[in-house]
């Protein structure tokens, strides 16, 4: 991997990198390959770095990254703007971790019967004796 450009953000807690990948006869890096080849010519944490955008370059067998590389994880945080799906994922979550918390305090609790209904097995109606049908709803 060349590194093209490294300029320290002035406003930002990172580092914004355009980077060079060479890959003749090969399929377009990922995101991992990418982070991981960073990591080690940089000389910092993968989970730091985040690849904005990867751009195949038709017919030369590479391709130009864009990436930033944050200070911290708290700054890393702070700073990027989290999905949909990302704040829906965190919600559902919170939720489940809620309800799992609930839940044993109910468990806790006896459970009381509710009294037998007693039902007459046998209804006198005109004189003749009849089984009272049951139905269940």
């Keep these: 991997m060349k590194i093209l450009k490294q300029e320290k ?7 914004d990198i355009e980077a060079m ?6 399929r377009t890096p990922s995101v991992e ?9 940089l000389k910092v944490d993968k989970e730091l770095i985040l690849v ?3 751009y195949s370059l038709f017919g ?3 391709s130009k990254i864009i990436a930033h590389v944050y200070d911290s994880k708290e700054d890393m ?4 703007k989290k999905g949909k799906k990302q704040k829906e994922a965190e919600k559902k979550a919170a939720e489940d971790a809620k309800k799992a918390a609930e839940a044993p305090k109910e468990e806790a609790k006896p459970v009381e019967e509710a009294p037998k209904e007693e039902t007459p097995e046998k209804v006198e109606e005109n004189g003749k004796e009849t089984k009272e049908e049951q139905s269940s709803e």
Excluded: C, F, M, N
């Design 77 to 80: 945080e702070r700073i990027i």
């Design 52 to 54: 904005k955008h990867i």
């Design 9 to 15: 953000s002035k406003l930002l807690p990172r580092t």
């Design 21 to 26: 990948e060479s890959h003749i006869a090969k």
């Design 33 to 41: 390959e990418i982070k991981d080849s960073l990591s080690k010519s």
């Design 60 to 62: 030369v067998g590479g």
